[in-house]
Each structure stands twice: as C-alpha cells, then as structure tokens.
C-alpha cells in the first residue's frame, strides 16, 4: 500500500508564498512522474506542474514563472514552491504520483495525496 502524504496548504495574502510538500510511503519499487494539480471551486481539475524521476519539469502557463516544481528522490517526496501567489490561485492541491509497487515491481499505478487547501486573500 502507498499513501502520499502533502503538507504546506494554507492562508497566505496575495503576493506572498508558499511551498507544499508531499512524501510517499509504503511498499515503493519506484516512483515515475509526479505531479501537482489544482481544483477550484467551480472549476475542473487541472494539472499545475508535472516533473519526471530525472527532474525535468513541465508547467501551466497560468503558474509558469511563479511556481517551481521540485523532487528528491531519496526522501521520495516532491515540492511545489508558489511565489507571487494571486487569488486565482485558491483551489484545493493535490500531487499524484505514478508509482510501481513492491508487490507487482512492473504496474504502474496513479496514487494521489488527500489534497490540501491554499487560500490566497486580496
């Protein structure tokens, strides 16, 4: 079993910063991408930052400039730096890892954190 565990949520005013972190535990063979998304009230899900187990990262244009998505491998845990923080940016976060399990060693399977929630004020 695999749980992704997110930290880092919280009120913050706008222009200010933030950084959410998520580690995964459990019964990991190896961790592939990982991702944060974002989903706001009255809005879709959408991804915010995708960043693949050799670092390369990948961003929404909305965030692309202000956010900065990070890993480390050995603590199998990524961050998600948000600067500049705007209003637009409230949503509840959420990461997701793409995560090869012990007991299969070759399956891959999309695990996701509970979610934690950024407010930002004006």
Do not use: H
């Not at 603590?75 to 509840?92: I, Q, W």
Request: charged content about 15%.
């Amino acid at each position: 079993q695999v749980q992704l565990v997110e930290s880092g949520g919280g009120l913050v005013q706008a222009g200010g910063s933030l950084r959410l972190s998520c580690a995964a535990s459990g019964s990991i063979f190896s961790i592939n991408a990982m991702g944060w998304y974002r989903q706001a009230p009255g809005k879709q899900r959408e991804l915010v930052a995708t960043i693949t187990s050799g670092g390369r990262a990948n961003y929404a244009d909305s965030v692309k400039g202000r956010f900065t998505i990070s890993r480390d491998n050995a603590k199998n845990t990524v961050y998600l730096c948000m600067n500049s923080l705007k209003p637009e940016d409230t949503a509840v976060y959420y990461c997701r890892g793409t995560i090869v399990v012990v007991t299969t060693g070759i399956a891959e399977y999309d695990y996701w954190g509970q979610g934690t929630q950024v407010t930002v004020s004006s």
